[in-house]
Nanobody, 118 residues
Framework: VQLQASGGGLVQPGGSLRLSCLASGFALDVYAVGWFRQAPGKQREGVVCISRNDVTTYYADSVKGRFTVSRDKSKNTVYLQMNNLKPDDTAVYYC????????????WGQGTQVTVSS
């Protein structure tokens, strides 16, 4: 059982990245999936969550209108499209699955670094 986050990198302010969260060993579509981030010296914070039936998505105020979460059941993957990136978005991004958004985390992915800098 594993979650693997990928797609991070270095991007200039205003740029875009798409993160992927690939599940191995279990079907991701029966779970809610959350994206979290942790910047240096700061606590981990929730960024977005997509409910297990894809009906509901929750976004932190700091990313509303810029980030979009989606799911591809055929690829057992959840994506985080990040547009208009800002230096404050710099962090290690993690994905995790939950029975439903807001419930305890079951598994964490290993994290992918996103750096927004000119």
């Amino acid at each position: 059982v594993q979650l693997q986050a990928s797609g991070g990198g270095l991007v200039q302010p205003g740029g875009s990245l798409r993160l992927s969260c690939l599940a191995s060993g279990f079907a991701l579509d029966v779970y809610a999936v959350g994206w979290f981030r942790q910047a240096p010296g700061k606590q981990r914070e929730g960024v977005v969550c997509i409910s297990r039936n894809d009906v509901t998505t929750y976004y932190a105020d700091s990313v509303k209108g810029r980030f979009t979460v989606s799911r591809d059941k055929s690829k057992n993957t959840v994506y985080l499209q990040m547009n208009n990136l800002k230096p404050d978005d710099t962090a290690v991004y993690y994905c995790a699955n939950e029975r439903e958004c807001g419930q305890p985390i079951m598994y964490w992915g290993q994290g992918t670094q996103v750096t927004v800098s000119s």
